[in-house]
């Protein structure tokens, strides 16, 4: 049997390091040099903090991996990496389930397909296509707030992180008056590990206050949900929240755990990452006048520029799995219970699968990304994260004649969800 490879400690402890997510090239450069001999590698922390795991960071093995969901499950340990004390913490609070939030991303078959089906019709671009007008009308109330607030300010705060935050909330049916509400518990949940996105106002927080945070914040958003499923119940419409409020699985109304799930997923997942990307794809446009100037005269290229965007940027940054069974992936013997990191963030930048991919191409052909999944667990939102996208970033180049940046970019500190926490840009309305 070929010997386990295992990574030095340094570089066990950068894939989960929240820093290092935001400084991001020097992450980048230790994948590049790990991903080539060991694309499936062992971390095992000296000190105990985390139960070990396999990184994987080969963009085939991941797909094979995400694809695989009768060997490699969601459910039995955390999807989402956590330290010891905080999957203690999540089961002493759920009564013994590793999951705070019991949502798609914790479910394996035969729950899983059952719950998905409840609102995967409503997703599919068919019926997207009747938001259009609702979604462009929120785009240009978003870039509204940009012209208005002069000629420069922050991407991040004005557009990328309210938009897709207003156009999800709508479609829940959360008045607006609660989206701010929403959008802290979000980066609570999210950000727990960057001080400026916790809103703890504390520097370098121990692990497990970060998850009393997190669980926070979870709590926080059930209470507000059941408040608005029985509203729904009472008095159903069109909207999303009115489908889950009413399921019925085998027979039953889905169980209150389960519908605040849903809720969460949709709430939160369906907002942050899409920010993300909409930020990285203006960001693109401000370094390149050249594809600015292009993407204004010539709007087919906007769907290569938002996919582009969604794989340069990965705002979803890992998911974890565990093994059902003894198998192998990328040359290692992996055991029945392992736990395995999916870094899409290194999977994304393969350069065997991408030429040149730090590089924004957005004529990459057939841009077979990692960044929503893939098998039975693909990203449920990725046809309404891409209409968003599109829709911004055609009103934004109708209204606006040139975009620069005005200052650094930050990123978000954060292993899970990533993206940019600040964004500086300098316009010139049209």
Known sequence: MASVTVLPADLGRAVIDPKSYGAWEPLLDQFDELRTANPVARVVDPDDVHEPFWLVSGFDEVMKASKDNATFLNNPKSAVFTVRVGDMLARSITGGSPHLVDSLVAMDAPKHPKLRRLTQDWFMPKNLSKLDGEIRKIANEAIDRMLDAGEEGDFM????APYPLHVVMQI?????????????????MFGGQDEDMNKS??????????????????AEFERYFAGLAAERRKNPTEDVATVIANAVVDGEPMSDRDTAGYYIIVASAGHDTTSASSAGAALALA???DLFARAKADRS??????????RWTTPVQHFMRTAATDTELGGQQISAGDWLMLNYVAANHDPAQFSNPRQFDPTRPANRHAAFGAGSHQCLGLHLARLEMRVLLD???????????????????STFVGGFKKLPMRWKAA
Request: glycine share 8%; proline share 10%.
């Open 157 to 160: 705060a004005l557009v990328a």
């Open 172 to 188: 829940l049916g959360v008045p607006a008056e609660d989206e701010p509400k929403m959008l802290f518990l979000t980066q609570q």
């Open 201 to 218: 106002g504390l520097k370098n927080l121990p692990p497990e206050q970060i998850s009393a945070i997190v669980a926070g914040a979870v």
């Open 287 to 289: 370094r390149d006048p």
């Open 301 to 310: 290229l906007l769907p290569g520029i938002v996919e582009e965007a969604i």
């Open 395 to 413: 009103v934004l180049l109708d209204r606006v004649d040139s975009l620069e940046l005005a200052g650094e970019p930050a990123r978000v500190n």
